[in-house]
Structure formats: C-alpha cells, structure tokens
C-alpha cells in the first residue's frame, strides 16, 4: 500500500502520450476528460501519501516531473494543433527549460536550491490548469467562449512571465550572481564555502 501513490503517478505519466495522440486527432473531449482524471489522480496520490505516510523520495521526485511532462506536453500539443498562440507555447515551455535548467546546475555545482513554490508559481499553474482545461472543453464541445479563452491566454502569460522572474532573481541570489534582500546571498556564501572545503579535501586528503 505505501507504494500506491507512486503507481499512480507513473499511471499518471503512461496518461501524457495518449493525451497528446488524442489532441492530434482531434479526439478533444477525450484528452480533456482524460486531462481531468490525470488531474484528479494527481489529487488522489497526494491525498494517499498523507493518509499513508507514505511520502518517499520516489515519490518527491517522480510528482513534479508528471505534472511538468503533463502540462508541458498538452501546451506544445495545443500550439502544435492550432488552439494556443505559439508566443504562449514558447513562454510556458521556456519558463519551465529555465527552472529544470537552473536546478540541474544547482545539483551540479553542490549549491541545491530548495523548490519551495512561491504563490506567484502556483498561481501560474492554477492559470495553465485552467487555461488548458478551458480550451479542450470549448474546442471538443464547439461552446463559444472565446473571451474566457482570451481572458486566461493574458493571466496565463502574466504569471508565467513574472513567476519565471521571480524563480531567476532568487536562483541567481542564490548562486551568488547577485544579493537579494533576505539573506539570499548568505546561503550562497555558504554553500561556496561547503564547496571550497570539499575542494579541499580532496585536494589534501
């Protein structure tokens, strides 16, 4: 039962190519009913986790990368089809580059920086949830709702914009680029020590 969480976020994954195979056929009303239940499954596994204690480390690695591959996978899909501006596609796959980018580096450079979402980020994902959800219903179910559409393209790109600003300026804090207020160059200092020290170590072991 402690491994039920994971199951279904790998369940959750094996979803994403039938999703996109299903945008570009046009079979719009079952991507979105299969969109909702990936989202209700996402939902569920985090509710089991809790309720289990089963939170693993599997598990802190494998949700996030669902949820990207996901949402990063029906945008491009919806550009691709014609549904979504590509400008939008561009914003919401390059914010995301970005922030694997930067964490990958950070892994790299023993200088982690913790992805604490801020509440601008999480807006943005409410946003893309939304904004995805919207247009697979409209265009499955050919109900007019352009100006709802239109309306969730700008707040979409609105946080997208400033939640990949927001995740640059503290990354960049943190590796020292630059201080921010806040103490975000103190543990970029301290990282670089633990670093130079390690360095040294081996150096003269």
């Given amino acids: 039962m402690n491994q039920l969480p994971n199951i279904i976020t790998i369940a959750r994954l094996f979803l994403v190519p039938v999703i996109i195979y299903s945008i570009l056929n046009g079979q719009l009303m079952l991507a979105f009913w299969l969109f909702v239940a990936a989202g209700l499954s996402d939902a569920v596994d985090g509710f089991l986790a809790r309720q289990l ?9 494998l949700d996030p990368v669902a949820d990207k591959a996901l949402l990063v996978s029906i945008y491009v899909s919806l550009g691709w089809a014609g549904f979504l501006p590509d400008w939008l596609v561009l914003l ?3 914010r995301d580059v970005m922030i694997v980018g930067g964490v990958l580096l950070g892994w790299v450079m023993a200088m982690p920086l913790a992805m604490d979402p801020a509440l601008i980020s999480k807006a943005n994902t409410a946003a893309q949830i939304a904004l995805a959800a919207l247009v697979l219903a409209v265009a499955g179910s050919g109900f007019e709702a352009a100006a709802a559409v239109d309306m969730l393209v700008i707040v979409t790109a609105a946080t997208t914009g400033v939640s990949a600003l927001g995740y640059l300026l503290r990354w ?19 990282a670089s020590a633990s670093v130079s020290e390690e360095q040294g170590k081996r150096e003269n072991p």
């Fill in 53 to 61: 204690s089963a939170r693993s480390e599997l598990g802190a690695y």
């Fill in 92 to 94: 919401v796959v390059s």
């Fill in 172 to 190: 960049g804090g943190h590796m020292g680029l630059w201080t921010l207020p806040g103490g975000g160059g103190e543990a970029s200092a301290q």
